[in-house]
Every structure is written in structure tokens, then in C-alpha cells.
């Protein structure tokens, strides 16, 4: 290390901690970084994205689907800004990233210089570690303190480099520190799974709500839901973290979910907050006993009033219960809540069988998974296409979804599908997004197409932002400005290099899919589908009836009568 230039030592640090790739787009502020980068392209990957934006996304989107280390890199300035929004997903998904970002030259901080923002400050409340380089003999300890924090606090490190830092030859001896972090190993405390371990025998209807922190206990799961005879309900990022169609499940809670979960929580007398800090607290239970397990402490009754809290890696916790718990024999409310779901699987199979044109989502839904493998991994967009991908696609366990889950941004389906390639290059991805969320990163298909990574992209093209068309329209309002420009994206990726296939007919998706998944290259299946209400699994009263207040000022505003689609949510009430 000593006499080396501090941008060879940065990179080789990266190297030292399994970085092997790194987002990002080339620029004045980062050139002497980029140097040192192309000297050691044979050891760290530079993935040049089209916009910071996706770059930013896809680092996120790398460290939720792998648990690992995301970086990127930015300029100065405008590059910098542009990443925030991909930041703030990986803040809000709790993901480790690093970002590298440039600045001017530290002879010229604080002169205004042309690009000069106060970059500490733009990156203060995303971050969990945000320092400027100010001397290259303090960079090694710097870079190792903030991959470290952004693996212990599972958020954003952001380390700002003035482009003469990694130049510099670091000439003085200085203090290593270590190229490690130990993930601690929570215990869990026995006098709290016992007392928890009352509750469960004592419940006559327990309802489990599992969260993304079970992602690693799958199979823990699965047994202490039979053996406690609780059906399980999961939080939007968890999907996949019990098969779909496993008899116990009951899908997701909800305005995206399903009847018979929101059923079972209005009737149980027993909630067990499992790996989960789950927001919507007005669809959970009043007035009954919570027990709520997580390696978080902060996160024990953060949302809900919690009677019992068991701080502890949820592997540990299931696998302590299913080793003392007896099955028990009170399985009636098991039961009675798998027929519901049998029940509903067969109503949402009306809408997926359908083989007419106009082409519906769920239609689209069910095509998708005629040809997704048993290890795909989906990276599903924001918007209406949310609904369909979590409510009609039959999840295994071996699969992953992936999206953008507390920040809601449109646009994170490209990058994360692109991450989700580079991560794991031998699996099948398949990204849906809705035209509206595709078209916001639609530029970085060219990086797909760069890069040589072979997935599917199914935009779900009704040519507007639909899911805002229906919360205008659920708010009593009439639909304005959601409409969206006529764009063919199968044109589109043919001129980026990849594949596109325009589907306007039923009878074309199925096999356009199907050649799509046998391309070895990027391919786009451009579906034009018909504009279908997202109805909520369980529709309140004031939710039709503010469908009926848009009907009426259609009816007086525009002199004609437009039925909304409300016959199929009236039977949902």
C-alpha cells in the first residue's frame, strides 16, 4: 500500500471485498478513478449505464437479490443527483451500496466550480456513512469504514472523491484497519420464545405474516405453519418465501392482495409479525395478541402494538418452535381458510384462462408462467403490473421476486433485471413492467443489449398510467392526464439490437413468449392489453361508492354514461 496511488489501493480494496462489478457512466470528475478502473477491468467489471438513475437502481437491486455489496459510481454534479432516486430504494429496502462519487479537484472546493454541488449535504439523508476524501492517506481506512457500515446498517455509504485524490501516491505509512465484517449471530432469548411459545398453544386461529426477513428460513416456515396450524399471509417483498400454491398460503394483505387473507386476519385471535415491518397497520387485526419476531429490535412494536417481542434471526427462532411445539389439533380455522383459497385460486383462473382479444394482464400472467423456470427471477415494475404479477403468478421457492417495495419507483424493473443477469448469469430473468414504469429507464435496454444479458421484458402496453387513472377515478375524480403516447416497443428494441415481438392478438403471446424465452439475447414482448381496474381483493363500501361519484360526473361532465368495472369488486365486498 505504501507508495502505491490511492485510486490503485481503492480499487484493489474493492477486489479485497468481493466487488467484482460496478455501475456507472464516465465523466470529467471520475476520469483519474476511471483510469485506475480500466487498468483493472480484467478483476472489477465497469458496467456503463445509459443513466445514473439505473445504475443506482440495478446496485440496489443487486444487494436485495444477493445480500452482497452494490457499488456505483457517479460524477460530480448532475451525475451524483441523478443517482438519489435508485439510493433512496436501497435505503428504503434496507440493501448495502456504495457509492463512489466524484467531486472537483480539492484545490477548487468551494469556488464554485463549474459542476461543484455541496455534495455531503445532497447525500446526508439517504445515507448511512457519507464522508469526503481529503487526504489519500486517508482513503484505505475510509473506504473500509464505509463498506463496513453499509453492511452492519444495511443502507447507503456514499464516499466522495475530489478527481486529484486517486492520483495521489500515498507516501506516508498509515494505520490499516481490517477488510471484514462479521454479521453478528443474534440469540434469541429463551424466556421470550417460551413465552411466546404459550401464546401459539393457547390461539385457536394464529395467523402468521411473513416478511422478507424469512427469506433464508423457507422451509422453517413452511413446518411451523403446519405445525402450529396457522396459514400464512406475506408482505409484498417476501413473495417466493412460500410457494404459492402451498396449501397453507393465503397470498398477500392488502389493496393488492387477496380475499380470503384479509378474511383470516378480521377472524384471527393470534398475529405473529414474522421478519416484517409491515406499514399498511390498517389492514391488521384490532384488539388481539401480537407476537412479532425480528433480528431488528427497533423494528418490535415500531408499527404495532406487539404483546410479545422475540428479538432473533428468524431461522433460529422457527427452528426452536418446530423443535418444541406439538403439531396441533386445532386445524378448523386452517382448513376452513385453505377451501376460501382453493376458491379463490378458481375465480382468478376465470380471468387467466380467458383466450380472447383484447388480451387482459392476468392473461399475460399466465403465459409468463407456461415459460418461467424453476429458478427464474422476476423483477416486477411499479403500477398496476404490481397487482397482477403478485396476485396471479404462482411464486416456488426457488424463484425470486424483485421490486422496488417501500420507495414504489417506477422504473426499477430494466436495472433490476440487469442486475439480476450479472448476479446470476445461468438464471432465467423476466422483468414486466407497465409501458408507463419501462418507459422511465427504457434507455438502459441498450445496456442489456451491451452487456449480452438474455431476458425477457414483458411490457403490459395499455397506453396510460393506469394505476393512477384508478386511484383518480377510486378518489371520486375523473381521469386526467394518465393517457400516454402510442409507442411500439418491439420497434424499439429491434433498433437497440435486441429482439421485440408486438403482440395484439391472444393467439400470438403464448408463442412470441416462447421464442423470447429461447433468444439468447435481450428481447421485448410489447403486449397491448385491455385497461383493466385493478379491483382490490376485499372492497370496501367507500370505495365502490366513490367509484359511483365518478360515474356521475362522467354522466353530467361528458353527457354519456361509462359503467366503471365495479360488477366483479361488488362480489369481492
Not at 20 to 29: E, F, K, L, T, V
Not at 166 to 175: R, W
Not at 268 to 291: A, H, K, N, R
Request: charged fraction near 25%; include cysteine.
Amino acid at each position: 500500500m505504501f507508495d502505491d496511488r490511492a485510486g490503485k489501493v481503492l480499487v484493489d480494496l474493492l477486489e479485497d471485498w468481493g466487488v467484482n462489478h460496478i455501475y456507472g457512466m464516465p465523466g470529467d470528475s471520475i476520469n483519474n478513478l476511471m483510469e485506475e478502473l480500466r487498468k483493472a477491468e480484467d478483476k472489477i467489471k465497469f458496467v456503463q449505464v445509459r443513466h445514473e438513475e439505473a445504475g443506482a437502481l440495478a446496485a440496489a437491486s443487486y444487494a436485495k437479490l444477493t445480500g452482497k455489496l452494490g457499488v456505483c459510481l457517479s460524477i460530480a454534479g448532475p451525475g451524483a443527483i441523478h443517482l438519489l432516486n435508485g439510493l433512496y430504494d436501497a435505503k428504503e429496502d434496507s440493501a448495502p451500496v456504495l457509492v463512489l462519487a466524484g467531486q472537483v479537484p480539492t484545490d477548487q472546493i468551494g469556488t464554485d466550480s463549474f459542476q461543484e454541488v455541496n455534495m455531503e449535504r445532497i447525500f446526508d439523508d439517504v445515507t448511512v456513512y457519507n464522508k469526503e476524501v481529503s487526504s489519500e492517506e486517508q482513503l484505505p481506512s475510509m473506504v473500509n469504514q464505509a463498506i463496513r457500515t453499509a453492511y452492519a446498517e444495511k443502507g447507503v455509504a456514499v464516499l466522495t472523491l475530489p478527481d486529484d485524490i486517486p492520483t495521489e501516491k500515498i507516501k506516508n505509512k498509515v494505520q490499516k484497519n481490517a477488510v471484514m465484517y462479521e454479521s453478528p449471530a443474534l440469540t434469541p432469548d429463551v424466556t421470550a420464545m417460551q413465552e411466546a411459545a404459550a401464546a401459539i398453544e393457547k390461539a385457536k386461529k394464529p395467523i402468521i405474516l411473513a416478511g422478507t426477513g424469512v427469506k433464508k428460513a423457507k422451509e422453517e416456515l413452511a413446518a411451523f405453519s403446519d405445525t402450529i396450524a396457522a396459514p400464512v399471509v406475506i408482505s409484498l417483498p417476501a413473495k417466493g418465501v412460500m410457494e404459492d400454491e402451498h396449501p397453507n398460503f393465503l397470498g398477500n394483505l392488502g389493496m393488492i392482495g387477496t380475499k380470503p387473507a384479509y378474511e383470516a386476519m378480521e377472524e384471527t385471535d393470534l398475529l405473529i409479525l414474522l421478519g416484517t415491518s409491515y406499514p399498511y397497520t390498517e389492514f391488521l387485526p384490532e384488539d388481539v395478541t401480537c407476537i412479532q419476531i425480528d433480528r431488528n429490535p427497533l423494528q418490535i412494536g415500531k408499527r404495532y402494538p406487539v404483546d410479545i417481542g422475540v428479538a432473533g434471526d428468524a431461522k433460529k427462532v422457527l427452528t426452536w418452535f418446530n423443535e418444541q411445539l406439538a403439531r396441533s389439533e386445532k386445524r378448523d380455522f386452517l382448513e376452513k381458510y385453505q377451501e376460501k383459497m382453493t376458491n379463490w385460486w378458481e375465480e382468478m383462473k376465470t380471468d387467466e384462462e380467458q383466450t380472447s382479444t383484447p388480451i387482459k394482464p392476468q392473461q399475460v400472467i399466465h403465459e409468463v408462467q407456461k415459460i418461467a423456470e424453476d429458478d427464474a427471477i422476476l423483477s416486477v415494475d411499479v403500477g398496476n403490473v404490481t397487482v397482477w404479477a403478485t396476485r396471479h403468478f404462482r411464486m416456488k421457492t426457488t424463484q425470486d421476486f424483485l421490486i422496488s417495495s417501500w420507495l414504489g419507483t417506477m422504473g426499477c424493473s430494466l436495472p433490476g433485471a440487469i442486475a439480476s443477469k450479472i448476479a446470476f448469469p445461468e438464471r432465467q430473468v423476466i422483468s414486466l413492467a407497465g409501458d408507463g414504469g419501462f418507459s422511465m429507464n427504457m434507455q438502459d435496454f441498450l445496456t442489456a443489449v451491451k452487456y449480452n444479458l438474455p431476458m425477457i421484458v414483458v411490457i403490459f402496453n395499455n397506453e396510460r398510467i393506469g394505476m393512477i387513472k384508478y386511484e383518480q377515478e377510486a378518489g371520486g375524480h375523473l381521469d386526467y392526464k394518465t393517457g400516454l403516447e402510442s409507442f411500439n416497443f418491439a420497434q424499439f428494441a429491434d433498433n437497440c439490437g435486441g429482439k421485440g415481438y408486438r403482440v395484439e392478438k391472444f393467439e400470438d403471446l403464448g408463442p412470441s413468449l416462447q421464442a423470447a424465452a429461447s433468444f439468447n439475447q435481450p428481447a421485448i414482448i410489447d403486449v397491448c392489453i385491455e385497461d383493466e381496474p385493478p379491483i382490490p381483493g376485499k372492497l370496501s363500501y367507500d370505495q365502490v361508492t366513490s367509484y359511483t361519484k365518478q360515474t356521475i360526473k362522467k354522466l353530467f361532465e361528458k353527457g354519456k354514461l361509462e359503467l366503471p368495472p365495479i360488477r366483479k369488486g361488488l362480489k369481492r365486498m
